[in-house]
């Protein structure tokens, strides 16, 4: 499956974002989708999954509570809403594909759309 993201952008601490990925090939409604952020030097970060129809949303404990994911099968999208912002946030998002129905490990993806860049200023 192709996946491109957008919605990237800068934004003060305590503001808001909201991420799309756009997908097209495989079948959308039958790919777990998440989100995965990296920061250069570091290793890539889980961020939030969704399973197929959308009944099942996972986070990481640093973004629980703030961001949202949410998928809509009929646009072959998914989101990523991303509230009270904070420094440690930015990184360049990234979002992917799994046949799984979902699934927190990116080893398990198999396909990944180009990264956005998000930064929060303090």
């Known amino acids: 499956v192709q996946l491109q993201a957008s919605g990237g952008g800068s934004v003060q601490t305590g503001g808001s974002l909201r991420l799309s990925c756009a997908a097209s090939?495989?079948?959308?409604?039958?790919?777990?989708m998440g989100w995965f952020r990296q920061v250069p030097g570091k290793e890539r970060e889980f961020v939030a999954a969704?399973?197929?129809?959308?009944?099942?949303?996972y986070y990481s404990d640093s973004v629980k509570g703030r961001f949202d994911i949410s998928r809509d099968n009929a646009k072959n999208t998914v989101y990523l809403l991303m509230n009270r912002l904070k420094p440690e946030d930015t990184a360049a998002y990234y979002c992917a594909a799994t046949p799984r129905i979902s699934s927190i490990h990116g080893d398990e993806y198999d396909s990944w759309g180009q990264g956005t860049q998000v930064t929060v200023s303090s």
């Open positions: 969704i399973s197929w129809s959308g009944g099942r949303t």
């Open positions: 090939g495989r079948t959308f409604s039958t790919s777990g």
